[in-house]
Nanobody, 127 residues
Framework: QVQLVESGGGLVQAGGSRRLSCAASGRTLNMYAMGWFRQAPGKEREFVTAISRSGGRTYYADAVKGRFTISRDNAKNTVYLQMSSLKPEDTAVYYC????????????????????WGQGTQVTVSS
């Protein structure tokens, strides 16, 4: 199993930017498709974005399309989430998920497709 640790969360003003990182240990990340999810208080965990093993394919929820960018650096065993034009409704705990796969170009957008999770990092966007 791969261990995932998110970092980079914090308080940011609306319209600002933030970059989250998800660092992996225990196994090499290049065998995992990765995704970011978020959970706001009182709400279910929701999909944000996903990236294939190769990094060549990405997918975004409509709510973040054009504002968020997922990327990965397999040499550093890290996945990133660059968030821009942040809105108060982006406030949530952000989780990265990993799914072991032999496919280079498949991404996954359902939380039950992932079996490795980090502990989450809080992002709070003030208005």
């Amino acid at each position: 199993q791969v261990q995932l640790v998110e970092s980079g969360g914090g308080l940011v003003q609306a319209g600002g930017s933030r970059r989250l990182s998800c660092a992996a240990s225990g196994r090499t990340l290049n065998m995992y498709a990765m995704g970011w999810f978020r959970q706001a208080p009182g709400k279910e965990r929701e999909f944000v974005t996903a990236i294939s093993r190769s990094g060549g394919r990405t997918y975004y929820a409509d709510a973040v399309k054009g504002r968020f960018t997922i990327s990965r650096d397999n040499a550093k065993n890290t996945v990133y989430l660059q968030m821009s034009s942040l809105k108060p409704e982006d406030t949530a705990v952000y989780y990265c998920g990993g799914r072991f796969t032999y496919s280079y170009d498949t991404y996954y957008h359902a939380s039950d497709q992932y079996n490795n999770w980090g502990q989450g990092t809080q992002v709070t966007v003030s208005s």
